[in-house]
């Protein structure tokens, strides 16, 4: 089983809609949790943080965090051709080590 | 407030050669991750380096080694060069004592074919 799970995609939303991605982890003790944004050919650029239980919004971005569940998602509303990316899921153990999942492809189509 | 800034951007080697990749961190962070992401695939961790020694290691094959300067620079090095080790190799810091809050900010990353 692998740490950090997303699904692979891609996820197609059309431009207005919300875009829900999501995330499943392994390790219990994780204590922090991280979406990356990562354009073809680019670097990862965080843009949500979250670790607590419950939602946490900046803009058009709302994280959600279930420590129960071991879930993080990540919610995109008004989604416009601009948000198509891989998102990355990403978390942090005690050790402060940052574990990747693979990603999500989306693609936001006009 | 210069960021993560690596060299080359990009290189091309031939199988069994060896290369050094290079990092500076973010001005003020401590602590250097490398990552390397395969084509369609996510980040995977290396190592990570703090005050000039390796704290925490990937699994990865001793081929890969790493070093940190007293300036908090880093780099990178990939002995016996394989095809499969073709990859974006990224580079990524922060202050370990902050990173559980602001997570860690990454360069823009060294582009490596093996041919």
């Known amino acids: 089983q692998k740490e950090v799970e997303q699904n692979s995609g891609p996820l197609s939303v059309p431009e207005g809609a919300i875009a829900s991605l999501n995330c499943t982890y392994s390790d219990r003790v994780s204590q922090s949790f991280f979406w990356y944004r990562q354009y073809s050919g680019k670097s990862p650029e965080l843009i949500m943080s979250i670790y607590s239980n419950g939602d946490k919004e900046d803009g058009r971005f709302t994280a959600q965090l279930n420590k129960a569940s071991q879930y993080v998602s990540l919610l995109i509303r008004d989604s416009q051709p601009s948000d198509s990316a891989t998102y990355l899921c990403a978390v942090i153990n005690a050790g402060n080590m940052l574990t990747f999942g693979g990603g999500t492809r989306l693609m936001v189509k006009p | 407030d210069a960021g993560v800034t690596q060299s080359p951007t990009h290189l091309i080697k031939t199988r069994g050669q060896q290369v050094t990749l290079r990092c500076s961190p973010k001005?003020?962070?401590?602590?250097v991750s490398w990552y390397q992401q395969a084509l369609g695939q996510g980040p995977q961790f290396i190592f990570q380096?703090?005050?000039?020694?390796?704290?925490q290691r990937g699994n990865f094959p001793d081929r890969f080694s790493g070093h940190q300067f007293p300036n908090y620079s880093s780099e990178l090095n990939v002995n016996a060069l394989l095809l499969g080790d073709s990859a974006l190799y990224l580079c990524?810091?922060?202050?370990?004592?902050?990173?559980?809050?602001?997570?860690?900010?990454f360069g823009s990353g060294t582009r490596l074919t093996v041919v």
């Open positions: 380096y703090y005050e000039e020694e390796e704290r």
């Open positions: 990524a810091s922060s202050l370990l004592s902050f990173a559980v809050t602001y997570g860690y900010t």
């Open positions: 001005s003020g962070h401590d602590t």
